[in-house]
Structures are given as structure tokens and as C-alpha cells.
């Protein structure tokens, strides 16, 4: 069974750092897109960064500049880096992992509190 585990998520002050991190258990088509998503109380889930297997690379508006995805297509793993952390970037982040075929798979969150 294919299974997204987070880590990493914590609590940091506005302008500091954190490095989430995903590990994804169970065979996958190889050929997927690994992304983070998070929700933040009250809102929708939202794309946050997305990395596909051949490398090719999304960010929403809100993280560019400041986000940093990457993968290990032989760990199946990705990550995300966070700098220059701001209040509204308060949420749960969510670790997905979307095949070319077959289901979409999600992790259970990681909290993210960035603190004035």
C-alpha cells in the first residue's frame, strides 16, 4: 500500500526556516508527479509546490522565491524547502503523490506555525 509520510513541520518564528520532508512507502507508477499542498484552518487546500519525475517543476504564487521542492526519484522522497517564513504561511502542509496511472495518494499533514 502506498503510504506519504511527512516530517519536519514545527513551530519557527516570521523570517526563519523549515525543511519538510516526504516519504513515500509502496510501489508507484514511476512515472508521477510528488507534490506539497496545505490547508490552513478555515480554507481550501491549496497547491503549494509540485515536482514531477522528470524534474519539471510548479510553484503557486505565495512560495516562489521563497520555496524550494526537490525529489529522489530512487527514494521516493521530496521535499520542501521553506525560507523566509511569513504568519500566513500558518497551515497544514500535505504531502501527494499523483501517478501517471492509478490513485492519487496523500499524507496525514504536518503542522506548520510560523509565529510574529
Known amino acids: 500500500q502506498v503510504q506519504p509520510v511527512e516530517s519536519g513541520g514545527g513551530l519557527v518564528q516570521a523570517g526563519g526556516s523549515l525543511r519538510l520532508s516526504c516519504a513515500v512507502s509502496?510501489?508507484?507508477?514511476?512515472?508521477?508527479?510528488m507534490g506539497w499542498y496545505r490547508q490552513a484552518p478555515g480554507k481550501q487546500r491549496e497547491l503549494v509546490a509540485s515536482?514531477?519525475?522528470?524534474?519539471?517543476?510548479n510553484y503557486a504564487d505565495a512560495g516562489k522565491g521563497r520555496f524550494t521542492i526537490s525529489r529522489d526519484n530512487v527514494k521516493n522522497t521530496v521535499d520542501l524547502q521553506m525560507n523566509s517564513l511569513k504568519p500566513e504561511d500558518t497551515a497544514t502542509y500535505y504531502c501527494?503523490?499523483?501517478?501517471?496511472?492509478?490513485?492519487?495518494?496523500w499524507g496525514k499533514g504536518t503542522l506548520v506555525t510560523v509565529s510574529s
Open positions: 515536482i514531477t519525475s522528470a524534474g519539471r517543476i
Open positions: 509502496g510501489s508507484i507508477f514511476r512515472i508521477n508527479t
Open positions: 501527494n503523490v499523483s501517478p501517471l496511472i492509478g490513485a492519487s495518494y
